[in-house]
């Protein structure tokens, strides 16, 4: 079974803290580990992705930890702000035989940050 | 540059009616996916095409749910007869893959579905 577990569920961070979201994977032929921000009323958009070859990835205030061997991936938000509250999703695909990429998506993560 | 364009945004119906909801993918984007997502199970797809061919149309719930792709431009998704659990926001995405390359998904903005 493809499944992508993440947690928490809802995260509450005061504005200059890091968030800090978790998601695992099953399936080892998964490849690809994408990041999606979702804000209300929009569709979710990439944020950041990785692949297995690198430990970790960063992108401005945003970096994915990747641990292969224990199936696990998170991303941290760094000097969190308010602007960044929204909804996360991480993902996860492997290619198919035709070039094509599947992906499937964990169950997000509601992000406020406080002043 | 015009993003993914779904319609309608918000539609409202009784339970039994058909529905259809459609979608414009990006220009030059060779595959096309549809996602349901609520509060419950999160964001499910629903099928893929890659060059306008059905390829994975295993999330379907059940034969009340049909999409097509008749050209590289557009795509529906269409249910019916519609029920009450079907409520929830549609979404529409596209991405270019080819050869090793795995693309980014773009999503539309969504259709709030509610079948009263």
């Known amino acids: 079974q493809q499944q992508v577990k993440q947690s928490p569920q809802s995260l509450i961070v005061q504005k200059g803290g890091i968030s800090i979201i978790n998601c695992a994977y099953e399936?080892?032929?998964?490849?690809?580990f994408p990041w999606y921000q979702q804000f209300p009323g929009k569709g979710p958009a990439l944020l950041i992705a990785i692949r297995p070859d690198v430990s970790e990835k960063k992108e401005g205030r945003f970096t994915i930890s990747f641990n292969k061997s224990a199936k696990q991936f998170s991303l941290h938000i760094m000097d969190s702000q308010p602007g960044d509250s929204a909804t996360y999703f991480c993902a996860a695909s492997r290619k198919a035989n035709f070039g094509n990429e599947k992906l499937t998506f964990g169950t997000g993560t509601r992000l406020t940050i406080i002043p | 540059d015009a993003g993914v364009i779904q319609s309608p945004r918000h539609e409202v119906t009784e339970m039994g009616q058909e529905v259809t909801l459609r979608c414009k993918p990006i220009s030059g984007h060779n595959s096309l996916f549809w996602y349901r997502q609520t509060m419950m199970r999160g964001l499910e797809l629903l099928i893929y095409?890659?060059?306008?061919?059905?390829?994975?149309d295993s999330g379907m719930p059940e034969d009340r749910f049909s999409a097509k792709m008749p050209n590289a431009s557009f795509s529906t998704l269409k249910i019916q007869p519609s029920e009450p659990r079907d409520s929830a926001v549609y979404f529409c995405a596209s991405s270019w893959s080819g050869g090793s390359l795995t693309g980014e998904l773009f999503f539309g903005e969504g259709s709030r579905l509610t079948v009263l």
């Open positions: 399936n080892t032929a998964f490849d690809y």
């Open positions: 095409f890659n060059n306008n061919v059905p390829i994975d």
